[in-house]
Every structure is written in structure tokens, then in C-alpha cells.
């Protein structure tokens, strides 16, 4: 997204500068087209200046063509340069920390660990002084105290496997990673450490290796986990016909 909304961002600034841009660009090809007579007016006048400008101006009324013109639109340029500038500056100076530093963000991740390449999306990353990085996941579930979201967020691969992400592509072990629970405002979250980052290398190469087996062996026994308090079964969508759900279980 940051690499779209910057294009965009310069296809705008384009948008807005041409109009001002084209008489000038118009006024240096009359100009350049001029450029053989000029040359002769030049050399006839060349021992009178003030004749040599009279014709010079002449010339150009002929062709409707007005020099000044140029560099009116270059200051109006200029103008609207300094306007954006001062818009972006305000912007900037009013606009709390968090705000901007969420702006900048990895909408995405890819890497490899051994044979097998990890791919996905993060839903925020903050970038704070020092390259101190938080990585927050979006959780729409449930209500949920403190203590139950701290133990939650230590307990999820997918937080384990977003650190190990970040540390695999920029090599900075992320300050924090936590879930943010939409309808509670609850952050639970932890400080990984480097063995939490093997520890998630291990069970991605454990895993890739049991699907390979279950591949070649055509065996795919189901294996429901729980977030929580909650089976993982309530969130999928074949639960009510799968005999091995565990969405109705209390």
C-alpha cells in the first residue's frame, strides 16, 4: 500500500503542475523554432543591441509568442510548490506519533525456511524511534480480559510466525507483537526472543514435513486446536457438516 499511495501521491502532484507547466513547455518549442531567424537577426544587428531587440520583439509578436509568458507560469509553479509544502508541514507538526508512524507499514511478507516459503500479510506494523517495531493482528472475536488476551497472544503461532517474518527480511527481532481485540480495545501482547523465533522455524519445518507425509500418503486426519477458550471449529465455515468439529461441543 505505501508503494501505491506514493505513485498516486506523485500522479496527483503531475495532475496539478501540468496545466501550470504547459504554456512554458509551449513558449521554449516557439522558441526553439524562432531560433533560425533569431540567429539572423543576431548577425545583421549584431553592432546595434536596441534595433536588434526591437526586431527580436517583433518577431515574436508575429508568432504570438511572449517570453514573459514563462516565466510567469514558472513562479506560479513555485507558488503552489511552497502551498504543498506548507500543507505537508502542518500535517505533519499536528498529527499525533502513532499516527504517522502506523502510515509506515509492511503490507506484506514472504520468506523461506528451508524448502518452504512463508507468505502473507500483516494487518499493522508501528515503526517507532530506533527501529522499534510492534506488529499488532486485528482480533474481531470476542470479549476478553487482560490476562486472557496476554496469554492468548504468547500462545499464537501466527504472532510467532510474524516475528520470525520481520526478523527473517530486515533482521530487527520486533519490540512487541500482540493482538488488538476490536471490541474491547484489549492489547495483549509479548516481547519475543530469539528462541521464540527458533522455536517458530522448528514447527514451520515440522509442519511442512508432516504435510508432505500426509501427501504422499494420502492421509489427512483432522486435528481441531482451540484460540482460547474457544475451538477453532466455530470460525470454519464447513463446522456443521465436519464430523470432527468441535463448533458444538460446550
Not at 13 to 39: C, F, G, Y
Not at 138 to 145: A, G, L, T
Request: glycine letters at 4%.
Amino acid at each position: 500500500m505505501s508503494r501505491i499511495n506514493i505513485i498516486l501521491f506523485t500522479v496527483i502532484i503531475k495532475a496539478i503542475l501540468t496545466p501550470l507547466v504547459m504554456p512554458s513547455m509551449k513558449t521554449m518549442k516557439k522558441q526553439r523554432d524562432l531560433q533560425p531567424e533569431l540567429d539572423k537577426l543576431k548577425e545583421k544587428y549584431k553592432h546595434d543591441k536596441k534595433k536588434m531587440a526591437e526586431m527580436q520583439m517583433e518577431l515574436f509578436k508575429q508568432h504570438g509568442l511572449n517570453p514573459a509568458s514563462g516565466c510567469v507560469t514558472q513562479i506560479a509553479t513555485i507558488v503552489v510548490l511552497i502551498a504543498l509544502y506548507g500543507v505537508i508541514q502542518r500535517f505533519a507538526i499536528n498529527a499525533d506519533v502513532d499516527v504517522l508512524n502506523t502510515l509506515i507499514y509492511f503490507d506484506a511478507f514472504k520468506f523461506k525456511v528451508g524448502d518452504t516459503t512463508i507468505v502473507g500479510r500483516y494487518d499493522r506494523v508501528d515503526v517507532g524511534t530506533g527501529s522499534k517495531i510492534r506488529i499488532i493482528d486485528y482480533k474481531s472475536s470476542e470479549n476478553i480480559d487482560q490476562e486472557r488476551a496476554d496469554a492468548q497472544a504468547k500462545e499464537s503461532t501466527q504472532l510467532a510466525i510474524y516475528a520470525l517474518s520481520y526478523y527473517k527480511m530486515v533482521k530487527i527481532i520486533p519490540e512487541w507483537v500482540g493482538l488488538h481485540f476490536l471490541e474491547s480495545g484489549i492489547e495483549g501482547g509479548y516481547q519475543p526472543a530469539k528462541k521464540d523465533l527458533d522455536q517458530a522455524e522448528e514447527l514451520i519445518k515440522t509442519t511442512a514435513e508432516k504435510i508432505a507425509r500426509d501427501v504422499k500418503n494420502n492421509t489427512f486426519e483432522a486435528n481441531p486446536k482451540y484460540f482460547g477458550r474457544e475451538p477453532a471449529c466455530v470460525y470454519c465455515a464447513y463446522n456443521s457438516i465436519c464430523p470432527f468439529s468441535l463448533a458444538k461441543v460446550k
